[in-house]
């Protein structure tokens, strides 16, 4: 079951899961990563929004999910995810980050299923865009789930071609498409706003951009 930390004692532990998992097992270099503490918090984490899976009172599984303040955005994001191309309310929008899986439960229903809450949790709070970056290895899964490219691939700190994905809340079309098991959901949001706008229809070009630049992730 996905659970949503609502405790300091619990996010911290999700702190310390992702150090063992991002940084001691597979070696990752990302920002907030704290050797002495052993644990990787960034600034945003107080005001985001943590999901974990346990089992035996382990944690096995965390996502972060965060929702956009306008004054408080992280620059690298918005670099990664050209926040200054998009016309719609911050709040409208979410990122998530830092997925951390035991190797025992990669490949399983459980990375489907922490993202699912994620997913309803943006639908019941009118959040229309959820972005993210995905390695190589992991990037059809996310298209699988529904989510698009869209504008340039990147160079991790820890040297890994990443490349940003959008899945908007109300794209029936694309998700009967990919086959996304969010379509059910998916048919109960409403239509896209007309005010709002996401460059992931306007900036095809980019799919193919083979260019990569250096951000830290």
């Given amino acids: ?40 918090v960034e600034d945003h984490d107080h005001r985001s929004i943590h999901f974990y899976a346990e ?33 719609a309310e911050k709040n409208q929008i979410s990122v998530c980050s830092r997925l951390a899986v035991s190797p025992k439960y990669r490949g399983t229903l459980l990375t489907f299923r922490i993202f699912s809450s994620a997913y309803v949790y943006c639908c019941n709070n009118g959040i229309l865009a959820n972005l993210a970056h995905a390695s190589e290895g992991s990037i059809k899964q996310y298209m699988k789930l529904g989510y698009k490219r869209f504008g340039k691939s990147f160079i991790s700190q820890s040297g890994y071609k990443h490349f940003p994905v959008m899945l908007l809340s109300y794209d029936q079309k694309n998700m009967q498409k990919c086959g996304s098991p969010f379509l059910k959901l998916c048919c109960s949001v409403p239509a896209k706003p007309k005010n709002f706008y996401s460059p992931v229809f306007n900036k095809v070009k980019s799919f193919t951009d083979k260019s990569a630049s250096k951000v830290i992730s």
């Fill in 55 to 87: 089992r035996d009172d382990q944690i096995i599984a965390a996502l972060t999910l965060t929702v956009l303040d306008g004054n408080r955005i992280p620059r690298r994001w918005i670099r990664i995810f050209e926040l200054d191309r998009w016309s």
């Fill in 1 to 40: 079951m996905i659970e949503i930390a609502h405790s300091k004692a619990k996010t911290d532990e999700i702190y310390k899961f992702r150090y063992r998992i991002l940084f001691q097992e597979m070696g990752y270099h990302v920002e907030g990563t704290d050797q002495a503490r052993e644990e990787i």
